[in-house]
């Protein structure tokens, strides 16, 4: 499956930014799908995922309660809305898919789908 991340950019601390994530060319009509990201010099991180049917959203402890994932009608597109955006956030953003909800939470380097990335940048 292709993923095509869009929806970064600058926004202030405090400010808000929506992801968009959508999927295409696969050979399942959903996937479960996350996201991840990457800030230089630091690990790749969790941020959240949902399930195939858009239940199931888990997201990581440093974004709980500001973030919230969400999938449309369709399966098809996965968004993420962040608020309360604090310059810690500064990072680059990574959509990605798979068959299986575990893949995404517990074993993300089985992930095979990944968006090509998208920059959100937070200033203080």
């Known amino acids: 499956v292709q993923l095509q991340a869009s929806g970064g950019g600058l926004v202030q601390a405090g400010g808000s930014l929506k992801l968009s994530c959508a999927a295409s060319g696969g050979t399942r009509s959903r996937y479960a799908m996350g996201w991840f990201r990457q800030s230089p010099g630091k690990e790749r991180e969790f941020v959240a995922a949902i399930n195939w049917n858009g239940g199931m959203p888990v997201y990581g402890d440093s974004v709980k309660g500001r973030f919230t994932i969400s999938k449309d009608n369709a399966g098809s597109t996965v968004y993420l809305q962040m608020n309360s955006l604090t310059p810690e956030d500064t990072a680059v953003y990574y959509c990605?898919?798979?068959?299986?909800?575990?893949?995404?939470?517990?074993?993300?380097?089985?992930?095979?789908?990944w968006g090509q990335g998208t920059l959100v940048t937070v200033s203080s």
């Open positions: 990605a898919a798979a068959e299986t909800y575990n893949t995404i939470t517990r074993r993300p380097s089985h992930i095979n789908s």
